[in-house]
């Protein structure tokens, strides 16, 4: 019987030390999540600004064509402000530049914005 209360104690024990690391782990986790939320907040904000001083700088952006048929596009194209981010802006140059040589543009009516210092 003795040793049977051992082994509960042993079990409850263990039991106790897998919730610890479980609370601690979830901690760690909404913690991370938090920064996360902040993160997209802050990059929000910052998008939310480049469009603003976009349309500021270029506000025919905004007018509506003159004609009913005359087309107008406009693309934008995202890279990142630092170079931390790898080959992320070759890539994202290289496949810009592959869609636009693949399609037939009038360039008078073709308006692009890139967004990210590196990404130029």
Same mark, same amino acid.
């Given at each position: 019987m003795l040793e049977a209360i051992k082994r509960k104690i042993e079990s409850?024990? =263990?039991?106790?030390?897998?919730?610890k690391t479980m609370k601690a782990l979830a901690a760690v986790n909404i913690h991370y999540h938090a920064r996360a939320v902040e993160a997209i907040?802050?990059?929000h904000q910052s998008i939310e600004m480049?469009?603003?001083?976009?349309?500021?700088?270029?506000?025919?952006?905004?007018?509506?064509p003159i004609l009913r048929n005359e087309r107008r596009m406009g693309i934008i194209v995202f890279g990142s402000q630092r170079g931390m981010a790898g080959k992320f802006n070759v @890539?994202?140059?290289?496949?810009? @530049?592959?869609?636009?040589?693949?399609?037939?543009? =009038?360039?008078?009516?073709?308006k692009i914005a890139v967004i990210g210092e590196r990404a130029e």
């Open positions: 409850a024990q =263990d039991l106790y030390s897998v919730v907040t802050e990059y480049g469009f603003q001083a976009l349309l500021k700088e270029k506000p025919e952006i905004l007018k509506k @890539m994202i140059a290289n496949s810009f @530049m592959e869609w636009e040589q693949a399609k037939a543009f =009038d360039y008078a009516q073709l």
